[in-house]
Antibody
């Protein structure tokens, strides 16, 4: 079964840091680009970052550029989202998702989603 | 930055056809993807690259894209189709989501 499982969410103070993980199973992880999407409470979906199958190409939303960094470890079938200088407006459910197609490019649809991990930024 | 416009909400009678629109400047030149998000659940891809259905998605879900409007059509709406629907495109190496449409099945 194709599955994504996020972890690492929690409560953090403004200005703090957090690292999210997303463990993949059930598919050849190294062949697929991945993405992070978030959803603030009661709000719509917001794309955060996309990155290629090798991790060599990364894209970020303007709202997180310079503060968030994505990476992947294809030997562990895991992607990471390092979040620094966190703000109240970063409070959201964070989803990782697999990009459709084995081309490795991040700029396509997201066909498999995890259940999300909750990040709360508050003092 | 590129913007996608969706109606905030719409309703459809059980068994009737719902058409959810997604507006954007020359969106017809882009690949549009659609996601369904039921309450309390993660999103599910229902249409990708304008009109393709992933495996497991019923045939009553279809999509089209032309000019400045993309449309998700749900034929014979069922109670289980009640959800939020989001369109999504890529523009200048950035993922963009529409604001979402809450579909109510009456």
């Amino acid at each position: 079964e194709v599955q994504l499982l996020e972890s690492g969410g929690g409560l953090v103070q403004p200005g703090g840091s957090l690292r999210l993980s997303c463990a993949a199973s059930g598919f050849t992880f190294s062949n697929y680009a991945m993405t992070w999407v978030r959803q603030a409470p009661g709000k719509g979906l917001e794309w955060v970052s996309g990155f290629s199958s090798s991790g060599g190409t990364t894209y970020y939303a303007d709202s997180v550029k310079g503060r968030f960094t994505v990476s992947r470890d294809n030997s562990k079938n895991t992607v990471y989202l390092q979040m620094n200088s966190l703000r109240a407006e970063d409070t959201a459910v964070y989803y990782c998702a697999k990009v459709v197609g084995a081309g490795g490019r991040p700029s396509d649809a997201f066909d498999i989603w995890g259940q999300g991990t909750v990040v709360t930024v508050s003092s | 930055s590129y913007e996608l416009t969706q109606p905030l909400s719409m309703s459809v009678a059980l068994g009737q056809t719902a058409r959810i629109t997604c507006g954007g400047n020359n969106i017809g030149s882009k690949n549009v993807h659609w996601y369904q998000q039921r309450a309390g659940q993660a999103p599910v891809l229902v249409i990708y690259r304008d009109s393709n259905r992933p495996s497991g998605i019923p045939e009553r879900f279809s999509g089209s894209n032309s000019g400045n409007t993309a449309t998700l059509t749900i034929s014979g709406a069922q109670a289980g189709d009640e959800a939020d629907y989001y369109c999504q495109v890529w523009d200048s190496s950035t993922g963009v989501f529409g604001g979402g449409t809450k579909l109510t099945v009456l």
